[in-house]
C-alpha cells in the first residue's frame, strides 16, 4: 500500500506532517467538516454510539480524536470516562474548549498522544473508537496492534472511515466532489487546499471494506464486520479481541 503524506516535498514523517497540518486547519476544521458533509458526518457518529451503547462500556478510548466530536457523541453510551487521544494540539485545544463549554470535562479527557505509541497499558479500556482516524496512521498494522493491545479482552472496536462509492453515477458525483469541490472550499476557508486534497488521495489509498478487516484480523481481531454508509462514502468496521 502506497504511503500517502500531506506535503510530499517534506522531509517530516507522515505523522509529523499530518500533526502539523491538523494544526494549521483547526480553527476552521469544525465549520468546515461539517458543512462540505452537509451534516451527514453527525449521523454516522450517531451510528457508531448506538453500536456501542449496546456493550455498555465504562471507559472508552477514542484514537485520531480531533477536535472531540465523537468522544463528546459517546457521552450518551452512558460510559464513566472517555479519554480522547490525538498528535495535534491545535485540534485539542478546539475540543477542550467544546467539553469545557458542555460540562463535560469530569467524563471527557483529551490527552495529546501518536496512535502507534499509546502510553496507556495493556487491556485498559472496554470499547475502542477511531473516526476518520485510521488512513492518517503513519504504519497502519503497528496502529491497529496498539489498540488490539490496550483493549480489554472482550471488547470491542468502531472504526468510522471513509470508503469509495462504486456505482454510477455516484462514484462519479464523489471522485468530482473530493478532487475538485473539496479542495477549492478548503483554500479558500482554511487557507490550506492541500489538506482537501490529501483526503481524498488518502482515501483513495485506504484499503477500504473486506481488506481493511483482514488487516484487523490480522492483528488478532475477531468478530469482523463492516457495513457501508450512505452509498459507499464511509463505512462502519467493528471487531472484537
Given at each position: 500500500m502506497k504511503q500517502v503524506v500531506p506535503y510530499a516535498g517534506s522531509i517530516a514523517t507522515k505523522s509529523e506532517q499530518v500533526g502539523k497540518m491538523f494544526d494549521d486547519i483547526?480553527?476552521?476544521?469544525?465549520?468546515l467538516n461539517h458543512a462540505l458533509s452537509f451534516g451527514i458526518d453527525n449521523l454516522w457518529r450517531k451510528k457508531v454510539v448506538s453500536i456501542l451503547k449496546k456493550e455498555n462500556?465504562?471507559?472508552?478510548?477514542?484514537?485520531?480524536?480531533?477536535?472531540?466530536?465523537?468522544?463528546i457523541a459517546l457521552?450518551?453510551?452512558?460510559?464513566?470516562?472517555?479519554?480522547?487521544?490525538?498528535?495535534s494540539e491545535g485540534m485539542l485545544k478546539v475540543g477542550r474548549e467544546k467539553v469545557k463549554s458542555r460540562n463535560l470535562s469530569e467524563i471527557i479527557t483529551l490527552e495529546a498522544g501518536n496512535s502507534e505509541f499509546l502510553r496507556y497499558s495493556d487491556n485498559s479500556f472496554d470499547a475502542i473508537t477511531v473516526s476518520f482516524g485510521v488512513r492518517n496512521f503513519e504504519h497502519l498494522n503497528k496502529g491497529i496492534e496498539e489498540i488490539f493491545r490496550v483493549l480489554k479482552p472482550g471488547g470491542i472496536l468502531a472504526v468510522l472511515e471513509?470508503?469509495?462509492?462504486?456505482?454510477?453515477?455516484?462514484?462519479?458525483l464523489y471522485n468530482f466532489y473530493f478532487t475538485k469541490v473539496c479542495p477549492l472550499v478548503g483554500k479558500i476557508v482554511s487557507k490550506d487546499a492541500r489538506a482537501y486534497t490529501y483526503l481524498h488521495e488518502s482515501v483513495a489509498q485506504f484499503p477500504y471494506g473486506e481488506e481493511f478487516t483482514n488487516h484487523l484480523k490480522q492483528a488478532g481481531f475477531k468478530n469482523t464486520s463492516w457495513k457501508a454508509l450512505t452509498l459507499g462514502i464511509s463505512t462502519i468496521y467493528t471487531a472484537k479481541k
Open positions: 483547526s480553527p476552521s476544521y469544525d465549520f462500556p465504562q471507559s472508552i478510548l477514542d484514537i485520531a480524536t480531533g477536535t472531540g466530536d465523537l468522544a457521552v450518551k453510551t452512558g460510559a464513566k470516562h472517555i479519554t480522547g487521544v490525538d498528535i471513509f470508503s469509495q462509492p462504486l456505482s454510477f453515477p455516484m462514484k462519479q
